[in-house]
């Protein structure tokens, strides 16, 4: 039976990445029965100026995986993001951002293999803001007065920080439930619990609590701002992390700042009945449909899907070739050459074509 899958190409430099991605996944052998979906700026106008379709959810709801392309965020839509909106249409309440060394690409690390998870829905990221100078927030400022007896400024703005015992949980077991499934030995989880006692504080006691049930798991914690310390001198110590929302975001991209780049950082967002796939850079829309870009990032979020649909023999040949192709570095795109206008960089296509060969090779 072929996979049901979701395919939302997205827009600026998507569907050229999406194209190429689909063809190396069609590659491994392993069937596919694609649900494409539009979405993004360039559709939005043939769906009444929604960038982001019903229709596009339901598939989802629907084949329960999705891979999709970057999607740009048009201003003045009201849409703050419709990455962030698909996110907390399908509850996608787990961000995997695995951050692993391949031989080939410019870092000043060479042995990163780091899973970062972070929580997607809560903390200061649940968009509950309230504005300098509005009636809501000086209510808001009296209330605290009066439970609490802090004085907050008369010109300040506050956004508000909740942390869930459900939300701790949900996160926390889904990333010791990764670490296991994918033959981890260690989950570290991350707060600043000394300061925030009523939400780092509970997320740092809910999360023990879960460990408790994991004992073939190495479990253990660290402070954030010595996390980032310790990530820089030696991530190598390091292997699945799971973050609150806000540290998580910075977190993971000191990551993929460890590995080298965007360009090879790939994503995924889980949910209890949905999981899409994507890679972590954005849409680039001033290189869309120049064949230029690096389909890395999204072919490694393939990788990752495989990996869910229990395609392992797929996702380890895929992985490989990948790898295989960055290391003898001709065939990659220019970002991956030493300089930017080197003359030898292949387009979007040609890697595409050079993983499928090396998959024809390995196999
Ligand atoms: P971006 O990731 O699109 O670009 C940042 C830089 O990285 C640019 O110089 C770009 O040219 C380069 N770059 C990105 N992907 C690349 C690739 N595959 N190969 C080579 N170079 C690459 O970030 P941005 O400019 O801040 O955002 C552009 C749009 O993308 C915005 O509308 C933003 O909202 C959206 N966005 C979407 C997602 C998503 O769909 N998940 C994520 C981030 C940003």
């Not at 999705?66 to 909106?85: C, D, E």
């Not at 925030?196 to 073939?216: F, I």
Request: proline fraction near 5%; charged fraction near 25%; aromatic fraction near 6%.
């Amino acid at each position: 039976m072929p996979h049901r899958v979701t395919l939302i190409p997205g827009d600026g430099i998507g569907p050229e990445l999406s194209e190429a991605t689909r063809r190396v996944l069609e590659a491994t052998g392993v069937a596919f029965d694609w649900d494409v979906r539009e979405a993004g700026a360039d559709v939005m106008a043939k769906h009444g100026g929604n960038p982001l379709p019903d229709s596009v959810i339901e598939s989802i709801a629907h084949t329960g995986v999705a891979i999709k392309g970057p999607i740009t965020t048009p201003i003045g839509t009201g849409f703050r993001s419709v990455n962030v909106a698909l996110r907390k249409a399908l509850d996608l309440f787990a961000q995997v951002r695995p951050c692993k060394s391949y031989t080939g690409v410019r870092s000043r690390y060479s042995d990163v293999d780091l899973v970062i998870v972070r929580e997607n829905t809560e903390d200061l990221y649940a968009g509950i803001e309230f504005e300098e100078g509005t009636e809501n927030c000086a209510v808001l400022r009296d209330t605290i007065q009066k439970l609490s007896g802090a004085q907050i400024r008369e010109d300040a703005g506050i956004s508000i920080k909740p942390i869930s015992i459900e939300g701790t949980r949900r996160v926390v077991k889904f990333a010791l439930d990764y670490a296991r499934a994918e033959g981890r030995r260690k989950v570290t989880v991350v707060h600043k619990a000394n300061i925030m006692k009523h939400t780092d504080g509970l997320w740092l006691r809910v999360a023990r609590e879960v460990a408790e049930d994991y004992p073939d798991i190495e479990f253990e914690d660290r402070i954030v701002d010595n996390m980032c310390m310790q990530l820089v001198q030696k991530p190598e110590l390091y292997d699945v992390l799971v973050l609150p929302n806000l540290y998580g975001d910075i977190v993971s991209d000191l990551g993929a700042g460890l590995v080298g780049g965007l360009g090879v950082a790939p994503g995924a967002n889980f949910g209890t009945a949905a999981a899409v796939f994507e890679p972590t850079h954005g849409s680039a829309p001033r290189y869309k449909g120049q064949n230029k870009v690096n389909p890395i990032a999204m072919m490694l979020s393939g990788v990752l899907m495989l990996r869910h649909l229990e395609e392992r023999a797929a996702a380890d040949a895929l992985e490989g070739a990948i790898a295989a192709v960055i290391a003898e570095g001709r065939s990659v795109t220019y970002d991956m050459k030493p300089t930017r206008d080197d003359p030898g960089a292949v387009g979007t296509s040609q890697v595409a074509d050079a993983i499928i060969e090396q998959m024809g090779v390995r196999a």
